[in-house]
């Protein structure tokens, strides 16, 4: 099935935009083929605020939200994950409000690296990164007049969490779900069973709005969860056809399944094929006889 993506986004550039009641965005001036217009910032609360995901290293990003902020305590800074494009700019944040900085975790990978493997997102990790405290799965955290839930969903990066604005019906879901275009799953560092998995828990809560990492919000986000579960699984298929035959290599497949995407997604199309094809060996999908070369599949020469 095709999913029916929203790209028609006003970034607004370095502004405040009210996304829902108590909650403005501000958008960083970072587009990129994968950032899409910017990464979100979101400001949580009236007097005493949270903040979500400062972004990257930007000093005219920091200056926007500081003017946001408008000498407003800011008790706590959220961070979804350590990607270069959401948590670089929370120490200078810190340093200007004092705030408690709070994520799942320091940047870690999904799984160790293969014997002779290179992790391809090293440039893209946030390893600096150290929150002041972890938060748990699950874990509520209560500031003035708003209270944010924490919810693990790895697949996109492996410290990947949610945060769920409670009894409001919003959710604030990073990279893992965005009306624009699909989540990168990308190993070493993230994982498509983990995605999977993380798709499934987000689908067994009520939330009627998820505001992004990168573009506007998803409205309907059950139906859209929905749509991306088929469109992975749609894309397991094509892999499996593939390989029966007779394609041996990321490159091939990315070649067939993704000949009309952008090229400059390739190499993004050819992490994500790994990370599926790492999910349906493991699940015992694809085995010997199916791809008697798997290693050249995960290792082209």
Do not use: C
């Not at 349906?280 to 082209?300: K, M, Y």
């Amino acid at each position: 099935m095709a999913l029916d993506f929203d790209t028609s986004f006003d970034p607004r550039h370095g502004e405040a935009i009210e996304v829902a009641p108590g909650v403005l965005r501000v958008t960083v001036n970072n587009p990129s083929a994968f950032t899409f217009h910017g990464t979100n910032s979101y400001i949580v609360g009236k007097d005493t605020l949270a903040v979500i995901d400062p972004g990257p290293q930007d000093e005219t990003h920091l200056e926007a939200l500081l003017q946001a902020i408008a000498g407003r305590p800011v008790s706590h800074i959220f961070v979804s994950h350590t990607h270069s494009d959401h948590s670089p700019l929370t120490a200078a944040l810190k340093q200007a409000t004092g705030a408690l900085v709070l994520a799942e975790g320091p940047h870690r990978s999904a799984r160790p690296l293969r014997i002779g493997e290179t992790n391809p997102l090293d440039a893209s990790a946030d390893t600096s990164f150290s929150p002041d405290r972890r938060l748990a799965d699950g874990e509520l955290v209560a500031g003035d007049g708003w209270a944010i839930r924490a919810i693990h969903t790895p697949g996109h990066a492996a410290n990947h969490m949610a945060f769920a604005l409670e009894d409001t019906g919003t959710l604030f879901s990073a990279d893992h779900v965005m009306a624009w275009a699909t989540s990168i799953v990308a190993p070493p560092d993230g994982a498509m069973s983990d995605y999977m998995a993380s798709l499934d828990k987000l689908l067994r809560r009520d939330d009627r709005i998820f505001l992004p990492g990168h573009g506007g919000p998803v409205t309907s986000p059950a139906a859209f969860m929905r749509g991306l579960k088929a469109h992975r699984k749609m894309r397991e298929r094509a892999i499996v056809e593939r390989l029966k035959a007779g394609d041996r290599t990321v490159a091939d497949l990315v070649a067939t399944i993704y000949r009309d995407t952008d090229p400059r997604l390739h190499g993004a199309a050819g992490l994500s094929v790994l990370a599926h094809l790492e999910d349906l060996t493991a699940r015992g999908v694809v085995r010997s006889e199916t791809a008697p070369s798997i290693d050249a599949v995960f290792f082209p020469a």
